[in-house]
């Protein structure tokens, strides 16, 4: 499975971000998919997660209510709409894949991963 991910950039705290992650190489519709980040000097951290039906989403505390995890299977294509962005959201995100096609928070979970996009919070 290869990944793309896009969509990060410079933003002021309070503002919004969309990123996106393109998949091909398996089915979609068949793949888990999440959201995790790092910031320097920190492990990755989970942010978000979606079953591959997309009926299932869940959240990482320190994101719920303002971030939200879609899918459109129809274009192989994962999102993350970021809203009310703070300093402490500065990292690279990653998007990755879960085969099982479940939802999880944990990233031993996923086995392929997308190349990252740097997302940045100014105060």
């Given at each position: 499975v290869q990944l793309q991910a896009?969509?990060?950039?410079?933003?002021?705290?309070g503002g919004s971000l969309r990123l996106s992650c393109a998949a091909s190489g398996r089915t979609f519709s068949t793949l888990g998919m999440g959201w995790f980040r790092q910031a320097p000097g920190n492990g990755r951290e989970f942010v978000a997660t979606i079953s591959s039906n997309g009926r299932r989403t869940y959240y990482a505390d320190s994101v719920q209510g303002r971030f939200t995890i879609s899918r459109e299977n129809?274009?192989?294509?994962?999102?993350?709409?970021?809203?009310?962005?703070k300093p402490e959201d500065t990292a690279v995100y990653y998007c990755g894949v879960d085969l099982s096609g479940k939802d999880s928070a944990f990233d031993t979970a996923y086995t392929y991963w997308g190349q990252g996009t740097q997302v940045t919070v100014s105060s």
């Open positions: 896009s969509g990060g950039g410079l933003v002021q705290a129809a274009k192989n294509t994962l999102y993350l709409q970021m809203n009310s962005l």
